[in-house]
């Protein structure tokens, strides 16, 4: 874990200090305020077509492996909406269904990324210049052509392995 060595605030270097039940926690001592670790979060998508029978997985960013559809949440914004608003954003989609799947941490970037499956209202695509390349993918399929040894491979393969689909 990344610890924080200034305040975000002030700038003071940070000394660690005993809080109730917390442990040590980095302090500033001249803001009289605990710093705790400061992290992104984002959303990642399942996304199924209105069937709920074939997965679409993306390539970006010129890369040649397939990913989630995924974005940052916006500040104020609740990680529902940012699933929507980024499907929409990305794809040029609308949503029908919304389920929560779980969390996963993402070390490089530090952040805490909550996956979710989302049904789309069509599957009619217009993805954004974010989005090389698409396809829609039979689960088992999905399951091959996700980005190996990646958060996004957990996700897919927990989802398609111990999960019913949305009924």
């Known amino acids: 874990m990344n610890e924080m060595n200034y305040c975000v605030e002030c700038g003071t270097r940070l000394k660690l200090r005993h809080l109730e039940n917390e442990g040590e926690i980095p302090f500033c001592e001249r803001c009289n305020e605990f710093r705790f670790p400061i992290?992104?979060?984002?959303?990642?998508?399942?996304?199924?077509?209105?069937?709920?029978d074939r997965a679409l997985l993306i390539k970006q960013y010129g890369n040649d492996f397939f990913v989630l559809t995924a974005g940052y949440v916006n500040k104020g914004e609740n990680a529902e909406n940012a699933v929507a608003r980024e499907i929409k954003e990305e794809l040029g989609a609308s949503v029908k269904e919304i389920r929560f799947n779980r969390s996963g941490y993402f070390e490089k970037s530090q952040t805490?990324?909550?996956?979710f499956t989302a049904v789309l209202e069509s599957e009619e695509i217009k993805p954004n210049h974010e989005v090389d390349y698409y396809e829609w993918f039979s689960f088992e399929n999905a399951k091959k052509n996700i980005k190996p040894n990646s958060l996004a491979q957990q996700f897919v393969n927990e989802f398609f392995d111990?999960?019913?689909?949305?009924?």
């Open 112 to 115: 805490l990324i909550f996956n």
């Open 162 to 167: 111990n999960n019913e689909v949305i009924k």
């Open 39 to 52: 992290f992104s979060c984002a959303v990642s998508m399942i996304v199924l077509n209105p069937k709920k």
